[in-house]
């Protein structure tokens, strides 16, 4: 047997059986290192094993720009390569960025869809492709069957329900028999918009004293809030009892216009938010908001450990909901710690 320049070398030979001893206990820890690294599963951080595409909608509110750092955190976590689309509030964009991970062949898809309609053909394609789709954070519709995996994301539905349930103590507890409401939705056409308009209607149908004014389109946008809050209040003056908006950046424009005509959000008018992010829950803090709906923004690890099981061709869970909690001047306020986003 050929030996190795080194074996010849006499310091080698003095120490050979103590080489022998080191490179027995190195091939020993080695051995249980990937034992241990199986038994964490595929992708764990320092395994870069699985490439996943994701088409995020924009960097519109403090809620999206958490949601972008908690799925790169989490990816980095996992040690999943990702390569992150960014498509500026444009639908044709995410077309576009899921067309390039077809190109690039990526082993799972993930994107969070601004509306829900218009996705059949890319699905398709990617559906022709043999790549699994993961819809995060938001819906979409089609008759099609077998064009998604798996939808991980908030109760929207759920999260408008809360709202109204919300509305309805406080009316009682204020002893009040006549609520003019004003909401401010979410992007037209897209799954929270859709749900949490249906979940708050649908929990104040039956009470009498809930009167819906107007619905208008912030957009999830901050100066759009703004601007929707100056026309409503242009319109219907101190009618208004209630805000409803469908997210924190609407409300957070909102709050200034209100108090520019004198009245004070809180007090005059019941102001009613959803997500849940820092600086909304510092302004329900200074009485300016009654309630915040949470919406998480933390979808990440779902993401990426259902990303893993899809490549190793496991079967995964149809929906994932995070639990969500109401946040209101009913609670202790104090007790809330940060949010994080
Ligand atoms: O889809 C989730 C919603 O989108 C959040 O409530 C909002 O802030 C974001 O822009």
Known sequence: MKKSQGEDHPKFRKNNGIFRSFRAILCLFLAVSLIAGCQNGAGQKGEPSILLGFSQIGSESAWRLG??????????????????????????????????????QVDVIAFSPIVEDGWDNVLLEAKEAGIPVILVDRDISTEQEGLTTCLIGADFYKEGLMAGEYLIRKADSLGLDHLNIVEITGTDNSTPMRQRQAGFADAIANDERMVILESIDGDFIKSRGEECMRSLLEKYGDEIDVVYSHNDEMTLGALPEIEKKGLIP?????????????????????????????????????????????????KVEGIIHPEEQVFSDEMNLSEIGPRGY
Do not use: H, W
């Not at 799925?71 to 992150?84: H, K, T, W």
């Not at 979808?299 to 190793?312: C, D, P, S, Y």
């Open 266 to 314: 809180g007090k005059d008018i019941i102001i009613i938010s959803i997500d849940g992010g820092q600086d909304a829950i510092d302004v329900l803090k200074e009485g300016k908001i009654n309630c915040v709906v949470e919406c998480t923004p933390k979808l990440g690890k779902e993401v990426m450990e259902t990303a893993i099981k899809l490549k190793a061709g496991e």
């Open 67 to 104: 949601n972008t750092r908690d799925i790169e955190e989490q990816a980095e976590n996992y040690g999943v390569s990702l390569m992150f689309e960014n498509a500026n509030q444009k639908q044709e964009n995410q077309i576009a960025a899921i067309r390039r991970f077809i190109a690039y």
